[in-house]
């Protein structure tokens, strides 16, 4: 028989992060300190409204590119917080998650041979999206004496002439790092410079804990030349409504929402009224949730400077990035040893790129209980382990 199966697929790898999932699940008294997912459940007045437009009837499809009433909401909402304004009708569109996003605007902008540079350790999803839409994907190694922030320098290193897009994922997942003005201004030089244009990853710019973030589309000369990714996952704890929303040149989003009517008609209709709700009277719901993870994350923090663990500290989303190198070990096989020696789930660097080897991605998207039980169980590991180790502090 023929191979019926697409080489270029078969050679993309399955996510690093599901298999520390997968032994979990068949393992018991587990704590998972794995998953990005708010342990908040929706908010209700949000909820509330979902069921009302389904009691109502609103069951049909929405235009392709979304609700007109939650564009709407959307462009006050972007003009209200980060400073940038948006033809609701003609450079946005409302997705399946932000990740539908990453996607279509790769496949809208990218030719064969084309080089998308993707900052790691960095979201699983973008290197194989860049692959699927035949360009070639090209890593920049983040460092961590640099907070994991990407350098105007490290930059300019890897432009070539096939350069096309960069993606720009901040703040981040895994390692909760940040981008400040001065930085984005340094970045948008360069862009501006070298003529690329910029995928903008926003999907945790509620979540910062120093100071408000600061998109890259709004500095002089970027709005044309950025494509900023948002949604509703982290910040409004709707994960599972799976809604997200693109906005972008008119040239670009256009092309955007043709691969949108053929692979997708539209988003989830229940998701889109539900989502208006929250844009327009959700910002204390928002404020709630962002206390609520910096003190979490501040126990993070705390804990790991009593365990004597090397880790900077995050300033966004809600992950930590601590470094386990001096104990020998590979970023799995300490994930797998502390999975199956203290029942904890942690997700190895190495899963969002080879450069986080010799680190962790932890996730404080969980109650202070649990993260106390977790921390203390990976406290015994790491005493344990440094002992055998012949480590002294």
Not at 34 to 48: A, K, L, S
Not at 269 to 286: F, M
């Amino acid at each position: 028989m023929r191979n019926p199966l697409s080489e270029r697929i078969v050679d993309i790898p399955f996510s690093g992060i599901r298999k520390f999932f997968d032994i979990a699940s068949e393992m018991q008294d587990v704590i998972s300190l794995g998953v990005g997912e708010p342990d908040f459940d929706t908010p209700w007045h949000i909820r509330d409204e979902g069921i009302y437009s389904l009691e109502k009837g609103k069951t049909a499809y929405t235009s392709n590119a979304g609700l007109k009433e939650l564009k709407i909401e959307i462009a006050k909402y972007l003009e209200r917080r980060f400073h940038v304004s948006y033809d609701y009708d003609t450079e946005m569109m409302i997705t399946v998650g932000g990740s539908e996003a990453i996607d279509m605007a790769m496949r809208a902008m990218l030719d064969p041979g084309d080089e998308v540079l993707i900052p790691q350790p960095s979201y699983v999803s973008y290197v194989p999206c860049a692959t699927l839409a035949n360009g070639t994907p090209v890593i920049i190694n983040l460092k961590e004496e640099n907070d994991f922030r990407l350098t105007a320098q490290e930059l300019m290193e890897c432009i070539t002439p096939k350069t096309k897009l960069l993606v720009l994922p901040f703040p981040n997942n895994p390692t909760g790092a940040i981008m400040e003005r001065k930085d984005l201004e340094a970045i948008a030089k360069v862009v501006i410079e070298h003529d690329l244009y910029v995928l903008s990853d926003e999907i945790y710019a509620e979540l910062t804990y120093q100071q408000d973030h600061v998109t890259i589309a709004s500095l002089p000369g970027m709005r044309e030349r950025t494509v900023l990714i948002n949604g509703f996952s982290k910040s409004y704890s709707m994960t599972g409504w799976r809604l997200g929303y693109a906005c972008a040149p008119k040239v670009i989003l256009e092309q955007m929402l043709k691969i949108h009517q053929y692979a997708i008609m539209c988003a989830p209709t229940t998701s889109q009224y539900a989502a208006v709700e929250a844009v327009r009277n959700g910002d204390h719901d928002v404020e709630q949730m962002r206390e609520e993870y910096n003190g979490r994350r501040r126990y993070l923090i705390h804990r790991f400077r009593e365990m004597g663990l090397s880790c900077f500290e995050p300033f966004g989303a809600f992950y930590a990035f601590p470094c386990i190198r001096e104990f020998g070990m590979s970023s799995d096989e300490f994930a797998t040893r502390m999975l199956q020696e203290e029942k904890v789930v942690v997700v190895p660097g190495t899963a969002f790129g080879q450069c986080g080897e010799g680190f962790l991605r932890i996730s404080y998207a969980y109650s202070l209980e649990k993260l106390k039980e977790a921390l203390d169980r990976m406290e015994h590991f790491i005493m344990r382990n440094r002992g055998a180790n012949g480590w002294q502090s």
